[in-house]
């Protein structure tokens, strides 16, 4: 939506995976648009629907049910969140009622509150549309899933593309001006003119079915499943964005709405649904987005959740080039990586690079390696794709398990003395 | 080199890695450059040295030598190699005399005998700088390595831009011109007319010195090294293009010079020379190679490689958009993805795809899944970055994993009368 806001996509049909045709014309298929669920009767096995249109309710019988209900913008519990010009952005709605906005109104000067990913997406889209832009984020950094230093990068980069970072400042307030529109944004730190405000701290699980049904909720308040992705009521699933899962380095339950999780959450549920008997292993707390020309991404644990899930973390950070010097069009990227002194096995890796410098890719393959439990040492010989429109001789993964194998050996040699066995 | 000669890359050197002047400035290197080594005494543990401006000759001790004697072009046992006109392209030297002819001679007809990797670059650096060129293979396809059906694909790449490809046909002879230059290819199919000839038909390790020191050769005539890339004469290690490796999949003997691998060597023999105690766990064959807009790519094992090796394998084969199609700037790429039936277990992975399919580092999560021994199964769950500037929501490589466990099921399902165990 940030890029059918910006221009970049000219036609919002075409951020719909599938339109209602395409299901409905699947064998054995049938799908209800302007029907709701307003109960579940666990113990019967059957829902209650309302027609929309006509009003009408009637009760569906089911032998499995999905709870795919999702995930909805938080909407902080201020005064004026309900002006004209403060918008959530979660659903194609409120894209197209942005984007309608921009054309009516004209608005100049653009407040987005929290610096979370999002924030990052919209700073970039408004910019390109020509507003003035303010962030306003809680946290004293931007990206707060991020650590400090790779986020002061990403601060600098935004605030060198005219984005005004407030950081460590609350929203209170938004106040109409005289057209009765938003007109002013009023924070801990003060007050910002505005045109449009966008509320972008969040998003939580819709669970009112779900518990209204007498299903178990989890960590964050989403519906707990297990690995099957079934809920506590017998014939009751749930999947995707209001369902928990779990974390695969710490194995404690966790909830990180993605679309991509979604997407393969839905797949085996419907397969289980169906007899099967496929469980879905959880996440590592992957995340990627492009703010401007930066990549800012994550995977695993960082030094401080290795920590607290019970690792000896050993950290390394370094800056590399895409390509060697002689090839055209290298980029830079910063790297951080995270392994576990005892076992040093790989827990985490963040980067902010370049988008020439494929940052995203290369922390895919730290995502590959920290699923399959590599050690540092076995992440150095890698057999990675080298030519010189690609890569470095040896590329910047293998780089950093070198430098990781160098200062876990340093670090095991300084506890010698205290019988570190390795 | 390819691009040095193309123009890409202006300065040769550029392409230098390291100065001597380098090395020097370390401290306890020493570098003697127009020296030969002539012989090594293993026995007193010493080398004959030449000083090649002097003629002067000394004996030089060692506690430990390492032979990096590399790999040289294979220069074909035929009439006219050495006329002027004809190169390999190894050395660096051999670039700047390709390059040097190409100034001094307006060559308009170039021949390129042997469609591999380097085959491939120089048909692009030579339409880059306007040659005619034609690609002599005595194989039916070009990129011998890679399966057929994508090889088609890069032949027919190729050919639409510009480059004539003879398979199936071997060079015969390299006939002079009135000008005693070179004038015509002699094929096994006929005639090309030919004003510049490149043999791109591969290299050889370099082992005279090893096998005079009695040093055991092992498979493809490389030097036989251990994991700790010792060779089989005490003290003496070898690394690089001359030596032998694993293959972490067969567990065979195999002989891959690469670059990637000889600086991953090279680091590791350094530290085991002064006493650690490192091992190279082999490689899986991947290679990656630029041809104009296409990215050709391998892992692993191909099916028949597979067979070959014992295992039972199952093969897919897709074409994928990196991109959803309302973000700009996507690619396709085929890829073809090998896994073993029995144990579900990747084995390989092949990609050819445009440059703006990201192709190369698709690959490369498949390199690090394979060398994890994950199976397909484990592959569909892989927490790969999304976001729409970067892959599809479900991406590439765990598309494959899905159509993979979908056909290993039917698979074993058609066995199950048949009794398979899964």
Chains 1, 2 share one sequence.
């Not at 496929?278 to 695993?300: C, I, M, N, S, Y």
Request: net charge negative; proline share 5%; with cysteine.
């Amino acid at each position: 939506m940030p890029y059918f806001i910006s221009g970049v996509t000219a036609d919002h049909n075409s951020l719909i995976s599938r339109k209602v045709e395409e299901f409905r014309s699947l064998n054995g298929v049938d799908v209800f648009t302007r029907h709701r669920v307003d109960e579940v009767d666990a113990v019967n096995m059957r829902v209650k629907v309302v027609d929309l249109d006509s009003g009408g309710e009637s009760w569906a019988d089911y032998t499995r049910l999905l709870l795919a209900t999702g995930a909805s913008a938080v909407i902080p519990p201020l005064e004026g969140t309900d002006l004209p010009g403060v918008f959530p952005l979660r659903k194609l709605e409120d894209s197209l009622s942005i984007k309608e906005f921009l054309k009516s109104n004209r608005p100049r000067r653009a407040v987005i509150v929290g610096a979370g990913p999002i924030g990052m997406e919209m700073s970039e889209s408004f910019r390109t549309v020509g507003l003035e832009v303010s962030v306003v984020e809680m946290a004293d950094q931007v990206m707060p899933y991020m650590d400090g230093d790779l986020a002061a990068r990403v601060q600098a980069q935004i605030e060198k593309e005219g984005v005004n970072c407030l950081l460590g400042q609350r929203v209170e307030a938004f106040e109409a001006g005289p057209d009765g529109a938003l007109g002013k944004v009023i924070t801990s730190g003060g007050e910002l003119e505005a045109d449009l405000a966008l509320l972008a701290i969040g998003v939580k699980p819709v669970t009112d079915l779900a518990t209204a049904a007498g299903v178990e909720l989890g960590v964050k308040g989403a519906i707990r499943v297990d690995g099957h992705m079934r809920t506590s009521v017998p014939g009751i699933y749930a999947a995707g964005d209001c369902a928990t899962t779990r974390n695969v380095l710490t194995g404690r339950e966790a909830w990180v709405p993605l679309g991509s999780t979604s997407r393969k959450q839905g797949r085996l549920v419907a397969d289980n649904m169906f007899g099967g008997d496929a469980e879905f292993p959880g996440v590592q707390g992957t995340a990627v987005v492009k703010a401007f020309d930066l990549t800012v991404g994550r995977t695993g644990l960082s030094g401080s959740e290795a920590v607290e899930a019970g690792f000896e973390p050993v950290e390394i950070s370094m800056e590399a080039e895409s390509l060697h010097a002689y090839y055209p069009g290298r980029g830079v990227m910063d790297l951080k990586l995270v392994a576990d002194l005892p076992t040093g096995r790989l827990l985490g890796a963040q980067v902010v690079g370049e988008m020439s410098s494929v940052a995203e890719k290369r922390l895919d393959i730290f995502v590959v390696a920290i699923r399959a439990g590599l050690t540092a040492d076995e992440s150095q010989y890698l057999d990675l794709a080298y030519a010189p429109p690609y890569s470095t001789a040896v590329d910047v993964p293998v780089i950093a398990a070198n430098l990781m194998v160098g200062k876990i050996g340093g670090k095991a040699c300084s506890c010698n003395g205290e019988g570190l066995e390795r």
